[in-house]
Nanobody, 123 residues
Framework: QVQLVESGGGLVQAGESLRLSCAAS????????MGWYRQASGKQRELVAT???????DYIDSVKGRFTISGNNARKTVYLQMNSLKPEDTAVYYC?????????????????WGQGTQVTVSS
């Protein structure tokens, strides 16, 4: 199977920056998409940004121009650079990676999630 390990969360003041990292491990055959989601207290999880294997990116409107997603398929790592952070960005951030992994007989799809990392932005 595929495991994801996140790092980089923390407590910052409004206007400051953070960089989240997520590394995938396991018998990964290919990666289709990598993304970051977040879930604020009392709210549903929402998609923040995604990047495909060919480098196409997409962002939720509220982070456009402030956040940048990047990925390295060879290193099986995805990053989220967050600039000009606002208190409303406070949430637990989860990485998500989808692709296929190798089994002894074939390839199978996977859809894996990280454990989540807390980002808190004070005003």
């Amino acid at each position: 199977q595929v495991q994801l390990v996140e790092s980089g969360g923390g407590l910052v003041q409004a206007g400051e920056s953070l960089r989240l990292s997520c590394a995938a491990s396991g018998s990964i055959s290919s990666i289709n998409t990598m993304g970051w989601y977040r879930q604020a207290s009392g709210k549903q999880r929402e998609l923040v940004a995604t990047i495909t294997s060919i480098g196409s990116t997409d962002y939720i409107d509220s982070v456009k121009g402030r956040f940048t997603i990047s990925g390295n398929n060879a290193r099986k790592t995805v990053y989220l650079q967050m600039n000009s952070l606002k208190p409303e960005d406070t949430a637990v951030y989860y990485c998500n990676v989808r692709g296929s992994y190798n089994t002894p007989w074939t390839r199978a799809p996977f859809d894996s999630w990280g454990q989540g990392t807390q980002v808190t932005v004070s005003s």
